[in-house]
């Protein structure tokens, strides 16, 4: 048995984990001191269990444990494996790999400089949301710019510079160098709006990341999204547009659709404004069925069966966010008060859970102040939205 599986098949484990004491904090300093070559193995394992508990309040059970620690051991193991293959692969070819560790728990992005000279993103298939204060744009992995909270705004249509919020600008690599990968991270209660080099726009949703190049150089244009975002691409049938997420790879020549992408929800969801976009499972097989979407469309990818249903949707419904307006019918107040703590970066707890469930039809102007767009509710639904903190709102 390795040290994983004995780590989860102790009971004191869990409870260090969720119930620490200074007994168990003792027991545990003695057992690292007796087995210090496995250190390194409980204190990540820890860790990482750790990271989980900051994005969920639920309570769960001793099953649940067992299963969540075996799945973030999986991510482990699937992170050593893609830093072992990056490392085979500077070290025979002569081109670089890049990993850099991004995610809460354990997920890796490798950039992988093979035949061209704009690198492919390789993931893996289970991610967790960043947790970030502020928005910020790493480039290149060295460089970190931090972005004012709110409404940001950044333009790479010019070849020499980045915009940023249309007066900064921040110098690029030309167009013979190797174009640089960039990360963008906007948390929650921010969202921002992206011009790439090739003139196409990306808005994206408060709790969510990009990753994207300086600029398109190769057959493709290929970004990675984690989170929520509205796309109008440009039209380049010789360099078609790829967005990439950890479940789903949408190919487009030119169009408007939405993606719903976080990692803590059920489904990924592509909805079709204008145009026509092609959907495949990431990472799928030569005899993977792909599915084309026409205007109205909505794909529902579940993420547990791996299966795709088509639904002719009003998709503005999906869109309005960008324009700061969040559209209902007959929606769960749940779905609804998700959407608010990410735009928001606010907690709810009901108190009673079958208050979730109560449907609402209208439209949110989430714009206005919180306080308005709380009043607007409370007279929809009944319910008072009451402050305990600056963070946090019990729903009653």
């Known amino acids: 048995m390795d040290i994983y599986s004995q780590l989860i098949e102790n009971p004191l484990f ?6 620490p004491t200074e007994e168990l904090n003792a027991y545990w300093r003695a057992y690292l001191e007796q087995n210090p070559a496995e250190t390194d193995a409980v204190l990540e394992l820890k ?24 799945r973030i051991v999986k991510q482990l193991d699937a992170v050593d494996k893609k830093k072992k293959h990056a490392l085979f692969i500077k070290n025979i070819i002569k081109y670089a790999a890049v990993a850099f560790l991004f995610f809460s728990i354990g997920s890796s992005l490798v950039y992988l400089y093979m035949d061209s000279r704009q690198p492919e993103i390789v993931v893996d298939n289970s991610v967790m949301p960043a947790h970030a204060q502020d928005p910020v744009l790493i480039i290149d992995d ?27 600008r921040l110098k690029k690599k030309t167009q013979d160098d190797t174009p640089e990968m960039n990360t963008l991270i906007i948390p929650y209660g921010s969202r921002s709006k992206i011009t790439l080099a090739d003139g196409s726009v990306v808005w994206l949703n408060a709790g ?65 404004a204008e145009g026509s ?22 794909a529902y990818f579940n993420k547990k069966s791996k299966e795709t249903v088509i639904y002719n949707v009003d998709v503005e419904y999906y869109t ?12 769960d107040l749940n779905r609804i008060i998700r959407k608010l703590e990410r735009f928001y970066n606010i907690r709810f707890q009901f108190d009673d859970p079958l208050k979730g469930s109560i449907q609402i039809t209208g439209k949110l102007d989430v714009t206005k102040e919180k306080n308005e767009v709380f009043e607007y509710l409370s007279n929809l639904t009944g319910l008072d939205f009451i402050e305990l903190n600056a963070n946090n709102y019990v729903i009653k």
């Not at 967005?243 to 190919?251: H, L, N």
């Not at 990431?282 to 979407?293: F, M, R, V």
Request: hydrophobic share 35%; aromatic share 14%; net charge neutral.
């Open 47 to 70: 860790s990482n269990f750790e990271k989980y508990l900051k994005f969920t309040n639920k309570k769960i059970d001793e099953e649940s444990k067992k299963k969540l620690a075996y």
């Open 142 to 168: 060295q460089q970190q710019i931090n972005l004012k909270p709110g409404e940001s705004e950044l333009d790479y249509s010019n070849s020499d510079d980045i915009i940023v919020n249309r007066e900064e």
């Open 208 to 272: 969510s990341r990009l990753i994207y190049p300086s600029a398109f150089v190769d057959k493709r244009r290929e970004v990675f999204l984690v989170g929520e975002a509205f796309f109008e691409v440009t039209k380049n049938e010789k360099q078609p547009f790829f967005v990439k997420t950890a479940d789903v790879e949408i190919k487009v020549l030119g169009t408007q659709f939405n993606v719903s992408a976080y990692p803590e929800d059920y489904s990924v969801q592509t909805a079709l």
């Open 14 to 19: 869990f409870k260090w984990i969720f119930h």
């Open 277 to 298: 976009v092609e959907l495949s499972r990431s990472n799928a097989g030569l005899l993977d069925k792909k599915i084309k979407l026409a205007p109205g469309e909505l």
């Open 320 to 331: 309005l966010w960008i324009q700061g307006l969040f559209s209902f019918s007959n929606t």
